[in-house]
C-alpha cells in the first residue's frame, strides 16, 4: 500500500462517527462551523447570522481549522447542524476504504453553493504537467487543512505518487520551492492570493529574480479533474509576473448539512423546518448580502449546479406557518403519551 494512501487511511481513521445529535435535543438555536477567525468562511457565516435574524432564526457561528474539522464537528454531539466547507470533501470521503466514511459523505447535502477557490500548483518550470509530480517532493499543506485536503483528493484521483509529501504551510512551501527544497506546492484560495501578489516583488532584487525565473503555476486540465471541479484560469490580470495564462480548476466553498429530511423525531423536524427558513431568508436577502456582506457575496449564484453533491430536501421547502409547528405539535403528542397526560375533555387509558 502506497504513503500517500496509507495517509489517508490514518487520517480518516482519527475520523469518529457517533451519532448526528441527540434526537432529545432540545436547543432552538442552530450552530454553523466555518474557519479560521480571520478568514472568509467566517465572514459568510456571520453575514448568514445577521440576515437570519429577519425570520427570528438564531445562528450561532463558530470559528474551525477547516473541512475536515467542520465535518468532524457536524458528525458529533455539538451542536453544529451547518457547515461551510470546500466542494471536493464529498469526494474525498466516497473514495475512502471506510465504510464510516463513505456513510458519512451520504449523509452530507448541498444547501448552497457560494464563490470558487482556485487551486494554485506552484511548481518548478521543470513541471510541466500534474503527472510530472511522480517521485518529486510536494508540498501540501497541515494535515486536516483545505491545502491538504484537495492535495489528496487530486493525487488520488490521478494515481500520481509523489515520493515525498511535505507537511508545509503556504508561506514555507512557496519559500521551499524558490530555494529548490521542494518541487511543487498546493495552495487553494480565491485569486488573488497575496502571497503569490508578493512573490512578484522578488523581481525588483537580483538575487531573488532568478528564483522567479524558474518557477510557473502548472495546467490543471486533466479530464479526471474536470470530472469534480470547474474549470479556473490563473493570469497576469492576477499576478502581474505572469506572462500567460494557465488553465487550472477551483473549489467551490459550499453550505452544507446533514440529511434532516429522512427522519420524524423532533430533533430531526425541527432541524428541517430550521433549513427551510435558512433557504427562504438567504434567497430573499442576497441583494443585501451583496451589497453589504462579504465582497465574494458578488460571486455567488445560488442555483449553480455542484456535481457529485446531492441537494439538501429541507431548505428547498416552504416554512411552516408561525402558531402550528410540526414540531411543538409532535413534542407535545410524545410528552402526553408518555406521561399519560389528561388531553382536554377525555383521559388517555393506560396501556
Known amino acids: 500500500m502506497n504513503r500517500l494512501l496509507i495517509g489517508c487511511l490514518l487520517f480518516l481513521s482519527s475520523l469518529t462517527v457517533p451519532a448526528v445529535a441527540a434526537d432529545n435535543a432540545n436547543d432552538q438555536q442552530i450552530g454553523m462551523v466555518t474557519g479560521s477567525r480571520?478568514?472568509?468562511?467566517?465572514?459568510?457565516?456571520?453575514d448568514i447570522a445577521g440576515v437570519a435574524k429577519a425570520v427570528r432564526l438564531d445562528i450561532l457561528v463558530k470559528d474551525s481549522q477547516g473541512s475536515i474539522d467542520n465535518i468532524k464537528r457536524m458528525n458529533s454531539r455539538e451542536n453544529a447542524a451547518l457547515?461551510?466547507?470546500?466542494?471536493?470533501?464529498?469526494?474525498?470521503?466516497?473514495?475512502?476504504?471506510?465504510?464510516?466514511?463513505r456513510q458519512v459523505a451520504g449523509r452530507l447535502r448541498l444547501i448552497f453553493p457560494f464563490y470558487n477557490e482556485e487551486i494554485h500548483l506552484f511548481a518548478k518550470k521543470s513541471i510541466q504537467s500534474f503527472s510530472d509530480l511522480q517521485g518529486k517532493r510536494v508540498a501540501v499543506g497541515e494535515p486536516g487543512s483545505g491545502n491538504w485536503l484537495t492535495a489528496m483528493n487530486l493525487l488520488q484521483i490521478t494515481g500520481v505518487k509523489p515520493a515525498e509529501l511535505l507537511n508545509l504551510p503556504p508561506l514555507q512551501g512557496v519559500t521551499a520551492v524558490l530555494k529548490g527544497e521542494a518541487d511543487a506546492m498546493f495552495y487553494v484560495a480565491g485569486k488573488p492570493v497575496s502571497l503569490f501578489t508578493k512573490v512578484g516583488n522578488l523581481i525588483d532584487r537580483p538575487e531573488f529574480a532568478v528564483m522567479l525565473a524558474?518557477?510557473?503555476?502548472v495546467p490543471l486540465d486533466d479530464p479526471r479533474m474536470l470530472r469534480e471541479y470547474p474549470v479556473a484560469r490563473i493570469g497576469k490580470a492576477d499576478y502581474d509576473w505572469l506572462a500567460t495564462d494557465?488553465?487550472?480548476?477551483?473549489?467551490?466553498?459550499?453550505?452544507?448539512?446533514?440529511?434532516?429530511?429522512?427522519?420524524?423525531?423532533?430533533?430531526?423536524?425541527?432541524?428541517?423546518?430550521?433549513?427551510?427558513?435558512?433557504?427562504?431568508?438567504?434567497r430573499a436577502h442576497l441583494g443585501q448580502l451583496r451589497q453589504t456582506g462579504h465582497a465574494k457575496w458578488k460571486e455567488v449564484n445560488l442555483d449553480e449546479k455542484v456535481e457529485s453533491w446531492p441537494l439538501d430536501s429541507c431548505s428547498r421547502r416552504e416554512?411552516?406557518?408561525?402558531?402550528?409547528?410540526?414540531v411543538d405539535l409532535t413534542r407535545e403528542?410524545?410528552?402526553?403519551?408518555?406521561?399519560?397526560?389528561?388531553?382536554p375533555g377525555r383521559r388517555i387509558p393506560a396501556a
Not at 403528542?333 to 388531553?343: F, I, R, T
Request: glycine share 10%; charged share 15%.
Open 333 to 343: 403528542l410524545e410528552k402526553m403519551l408518555l406521561n399519560q397526560q389528561e388531553w
Open 214 to 217: 524558474n518557477v510557473h503555476f
Open 319 to 326: 416554512p411552516a406557518k408561525a402558531g402550528g409547528s410540526n
Open 38 to 46: 480571520t478568514g472568509t468562511y467566517i465572514q459568510f457565516g456571520n
Open 83 to 101: 457547515g461551510i466547507v470546500q466542494s471536493d470533501v464529498l469526494g474525498f470521503l466516497s473514495r475512502s476504504e471506510s465504510p464510516e466514511m
Open 246 to 282: 494557465t488553465p487550472t480548476i477551483a473549489v467551490k466553498a459550499v453550505l452544507m448539512s446533514f440529511d434532516f429530511s429522512g427522519k420524524q423525531t423532533p430533533y430531526f423536524v425541527q432541524r428541517c423546518q430550521q433549513l427551510a427558513q435558512l433557504g427562504q431568508v438567504i
